[in-house]
T-cell receptor
């Protein structure tokens, strides 16, 4: 699995868009980019995944650069409940997801 | 659906004791996983299973054993508890989708078991 690099922490004002970057410069062609988040000490929660194209669901949008070496998770209207640790993972296949230390996102009122 | 359930929620063990962490899923997922998360760190894979009767080691399997006799259950056994096994344990399940050339894998996690070994 490709190594990912994320900033250790970020802040965002409530109601604004939160843009979380992730670098995965060694990603291979068949590796997906996943985003999960972990609120307090709960189990991680799946947010979104993508391969080449940008993706959007009810929670977030995922923007992947054309060369696939980096991506951005966008939470369009952040709320206090979005305060969590966000994990970016690049992985192929079904066996495992390698969780790094993620980005601690704090939404401020 | 209850999703992925784990018992117990909390447990304190003495060094050398044994215990089994229970994990059950009701989503008919083929794949199941056990992770541990130490304070301030990401999750590390202990064991995983791709179906009943099939298990394989992850990144940190030492000190643990697993079995998978049914699709629904995937218990994790600690035989001789050590302080280094103090951690939060998460169980997850999934059914990978896509083709072999582009398979993705959304995992669903349980609430975790917080284990302290003293």
């Amino acid at each position: 699995d490709a190594k990912t690099t994320q900033p250790p922490s970020m802040d965002c004002a409530e109601g604004r868009a939160a843009n979380l970057p992730c670098n995965h410069s060694t990603i291979s062609g068949n590796e997906y980019v996943y985003w999960y988040r972990q609120i307090h000490s709960q189990g991680p929660q799946y947010i979104i995944h993508g391969l080449k194209n940008n993706e959007t669901n009810e929670m977030a949008s995922l923007i992947i650069t054309e060369d696939r070496k980096s991506s951005t998770l966008i939470l369009p209207h952040a709320t206090l409940r979005d305060t969590a640790v966000y994990y970016c993972i690049a992985s192929w296949g079904a066996q495992k997801l390698v969780f790094g230390q993620g980005t601690r996102l704090t939404i401020n009122p | 659906n209850a999703g992925v359930t784990q018992t117990p929620k909390f447990r304190i063990l003495k060094i050398g004791q044994s215990m089994t962490l229970q994990c059950t899923q009701d989503m008919n997922h083929n794949y199941m996983y056990w992770y541990r998360q130490d304070p301030g760190m990401g999750l590390k894979l202990i064991y995983y299973s791709v179906g009943a009767g099939i298990t394989d080691k992850g990144e940190v399997p030492n000190g643990y054993n697993v079995s998978r006799s049914t699709t629904e259950d995937f218990p994790l056994r600690l035989e001789l508890a050590a302080p280094s096994q103090t951690s939060v344990y998460f169980c997850a399940s999934s059914t990978p989708s896509g083709t072999s050339g582009g398979q993705y894998n959304e995992q669903f996690f349980g609430p975790g078991t917080r284990l302290t070994v003293l």
